[in-house]
């Protein structure tokens, strides 16, 4: 029962999200939304708040916001200036790249918050692991050792630390460090890596530092970025066959949400966090039937002056949407299979 109701939290979150970021620049562009709707397929039920109708439908694997003259069946009166199509090229190219912009909002707010409340990782100068065969092993360094010094200089953090020892490739060096409480002094000579800087071959020992609400979120934008450039890079050698293809689908997300359960809150939200940045590329992907199909049909139009037939787009978001609801399938089936 909680990974029944991780995984509505996590779906939920993300999907009221990504929507509101649509429905969101479409009210700052003056266009008229009719509906705002959590789901797919039969409504559930939905409440009536002005001109725009909140629905809530039978299946959770996504939602919509339903925009007045967005559709090209929609009948919509010619002088009606809160038409989706009545809107200039680089509005309505805003309204839908807003849906995934608001994703990676959404994922740098949940990990402000992960900083903030349990802390992000800091390496310290405390040995954790050691390099087999390097100078600090042949030293006789031990995980848990303490760095306090090196040629008597004091290093407090692991960046001080690491910038000696940069300084010093393939030179003797002093090192005093606290082991059971007890100081002691251990020489060893550096190497030089490939780039011509100083290495003892140690990795630092983490501990997590709880940050304030500003610097929290400043570091859950880093990580975002940085996170997002990890994926594209992921995807890029997935492509080009440089490494095996790993994409997961609901049946997957919610194995994983079931695990993060076991871990605690903030492990949930760790996931959903990441599951937003993924969500957020997907979407802006220039796959037909996506916000990113949408965004280069609207680059076209801009660039010739006039819109692609809506006949001819809508075909090819019909097909496009086919397509992934049958990569869908395949890939739960997979995932079934590999549970199993």
């Known amino acids: 029962m909680q990974t ?28 008229k939304v009719n509906e705002f709707s959590v789901g797919f397929g039969p409504k559930l039920g939905g409440i009536l708040r002005g001109e725009t109708a909140y629905n809530l439908r039978l299946i959770p694997l996504g939602g919509f916001v339903r925009l007045a003259g967005m559709e090209p069946e929609e009948q919509v009166a010619e002088d009606d200036e809160r038409s989706f199509n009545k809107k200039s090229v680089f509005q309505r190219i805003c309204v839908i790249a807003a849906g995934s912009i608001m994703n990676f909002v959404l994922a740098a707010i949940i990990l402000g918050i992960i900083f903030s409340f349990q802390g992000i990782p800091v390496p310290t100068t405390t040995v954790d692991k050691l390099v087999s065969g390097q100078p600090a092993q042949k030293a006789g360094l031990q995980a848990g050792d303490k760095i306090i010094a090196i040629n008597g200089q004091e290093v407090r953090d692991w960046n001080e630390m690491s910038e000696i020892i940069n300084k010093n490739p393939q030179k003797t060096i002093f090192l005093k460090i606290i082991r059971n409480n007890q100081p002691k002094e251990v020489k ?8 011509g ?8 020992r983490q501990q997590l530092k709880r940050l304030n609400i500003f610097m929290a979120l400043v570091m859950g934008v880093k990580y975002t970025v940085q996170i997002t450039g990890l994926i594209l890079v992921f995807i890029g050698k997935m492509i080009t066959g440089q490494m095996a293809a790993d994409l997961g689908g609901p049946v997957r997300i919610i194995w994983e949400i079931n695990k993060a359960v076991s871990f605690g809150f903030l492990y949930v939200l760790q996931l959903a966090a990441f599951l937003s940045i993924n969500l957020g590329l997907f979407n802006l992907f220039p796959i037909p039937a996506l916000d990113g199909s949408r965004i280069i049909f609207l680059t076209i139009e801009g660039i010739r002056g006039r819109p692609v037939d809506p006949a001819k787009e809508s075909f090819v978001h019909f097909i496009g ?10 890939i739960t089936y997979r995932d079934i299979l590999q549970l199993l």
């Open 197 to 204: 800087f100083g290495k003892i071959g140690i990795y630092p």
């Open 4 to 31: 029944f109701w991780a995984a509505v939290f996590v779906f939920g979150l993300l999907i009221v999200f990504h929507e509101f970021g649509h429905f969101m620049v479409a009210k700052l562009a003056g266009i």
């Open 321 to 330: 949407f086919a397509i992934l609801i049958l990569l869908i399938v395949v």
């Open 188 to 195: 060893l000579v550096t190497t030089k890596d490939e780039n």
